[in-house]
């Protein structure tokens, strides 16, 4: 496929994919959680009209498969931890992209990154950096990948929304 069109399909980086679809079930459960990892079993079944025991085991169903992969600590606002929060839209010119998608996975000052279709857009990084200066040396260090043609650089200035739970 072009790069105006939908990526391949070899750029989705999304982890471990379950062989089965998720039911609406599991779908309700994935949003309580999103909201409050914390809520007990017993709430989240009374919330899917489900057993503790039957949530219990579509949990575990879930971390087996890889939907639910870890428990997170958020220490609070990147602001208030003094770090310098951008997003990078970069352009992979080779093929497969994921190979260079995955490089990112243990760069430290990722947070998220995405494979994604667009027309000029094939991955976004989210990255904490400790100062302006930090992100203009990982920007430097990102251009050295071979296979990267562009990158757009946009520190954020204001949160907004965070649903993210970065």
Request: hydrophobic share 45%.
């Amino acid at each position: 496929m072009s790069k105006t069109s939908a990526a391949p399909a070899d750029c989705n980086m999304g982890g471990n994919v379950a062989a089965r679809r998720l039911d609406e079930i599991d779908e309700q459960l994935l949003f309580l959680l999103e909201r409050d990892a914390r809520k007990p079993v017993v709430a989240l079944a009374k919330a899917v009209g489900l057993s503790r025991t039957a949530v219990q085991g579509r949990l575990a169903r879930l971390e087996d498969e890889g939907t639910i992969r870890g428990y997170t600590v958020v220490r609070g606002r990147e602001r208030e931890r003094g770090l310098v929060r951008a997003v990078l839209l970069l352009c992979i010119g080779t093929r497969p992209c994921a190979t260079v998608i995955r490089l990112f996975e243990n760069w430290p000052e990722v947070v998220a990154c995405w494979s994604v279709a667009g027309p000029t857009i094939d991955a976004v990084l989210v990255v904490d950096t400790a100062s302006t200066e930090a992100l203009g040396e990982l920007r430097a260090k990102l251009a050295d990948v071979p296979g990267i043609t562009s990158i757009t650089t946009a520190p954020v200035l204001k949160t907004v929304v965070d649903r993210l739970g970065t």
